[in-house]
């Protein structure tokens, strides 16, 4: 079935510092990718989409120079959340659609990002 | 935009027993709908699925019904078993890839 590869599972870093998180799908094409973020016990707040080749989408109040998005693949998306502060720490989820038109979305498991 | 409403937001069951969540969208246009299962410190994974043509869908103990004049659907786990203990999300999708999510609902199975 599709599966969704997010690394790395858990991130514990220092304030200021940039910090990526990969997306792949391991399986099949992805030509659309999103972005979450899940603070606890809340649902899932999509941040931006991405499609593969050109610009992410951002959602409103999503800074774009905050969290960059890169989806040079079909099937590898990338969120760089530069110079991190401690209100960006979360729980960060990607998911993807499995080629084109009314497809499932599969997501991945999830990075946890604590900033210190 | 569109909006989705699910309740409860806490439901605890016996084992054995089942299971009803709900939830109802705002858009008419809305002609996917999945269901999504969170267990703790993973990410969601569809559960089962529902598209606007079709008025319910059964998967073993877990099944979905969509009223679309009420704007309605639903979840229902038969014969609940601790291991369904989680979160479950519905969502609402429309003409674009953009998927709208309810606020989930905590399912507690007590043995």
């Known amino acids: 079935g599709a599966v969704v590869s997010q690394h790395p599972s858990r991130v514990i870093c220092k304030s200021g510092t940039s910090v990526k998180i990969e997306c792949r799908s391991l399986?099949?094409?992805?030509?659309?990718m999103f972005w979450y973020r899940q603070f606890p016990k809340q649902s899932l707040m999509l941040m931006a989409t991405?499609?593969?080749?050109?610009?992410?989408?951002?959602e409103q109040g999503v800074e774009k120079d905050k969290f960059l998005i890169n989806h040079a693949s079909l099937t590898l998306s990338t969120l760089t959340v530069t110079s991190a502060h401690p209100e960006d720490s979360s729980f960060y989820i990607c998911?993807?659609?499995?080629?084109?038109?009314?497809?499932?979305?599969?997501f991945g498991d999830g990075t946890r990002l604590s900033i210190l | 935009g569109e909006n989705v409403e699910q309740h409860p937001s806490t439901l605890s069951v016996q084992e054995g027993d089942s299971a009803v969540i709900k939830c109802t969208y705002s858009?008419?246009?809305?002609?996917?709908f999945p269901w999504y299962k969170q267990e703790l410190g993973k990410g969601p994974q569809l559960i089962i699925d529902?598209?606007?043509?079709?008025g319910e869908k059964k998967d073993q103990r877990i099944a979905v019904t969509l009223n679309k004049t009420a704007k309605h659907f639903s979840l229902h786990i038969t014969e609940t078993q601790p291991e369904d203990s989680a979160v479950y999300f519905c969502?609402?999708?429309?003409?674009?890839?953009?998927?709208?999510f309810g606020a989930g609902t905590r399912l507690f199975v007590k043995a």
């Open positions: 998911s993807a659609i499995r080629g084109r038109g009314n497809q499932p979305q599969h």
């Open positions: 399986d099949f094409q992805a030509t659309t």
């Open positions: 991405s499609n593969e080749g050109s610009k992410a989408t951002y």
């Open positions: 858009d008419s246009a809305s002609n996917y």
């Open positions: 529902i598209r606007s043509n079709v």
């Open positions: 969502a609402a999708r429309g003409g674009g890839f953009k998927t709208i």
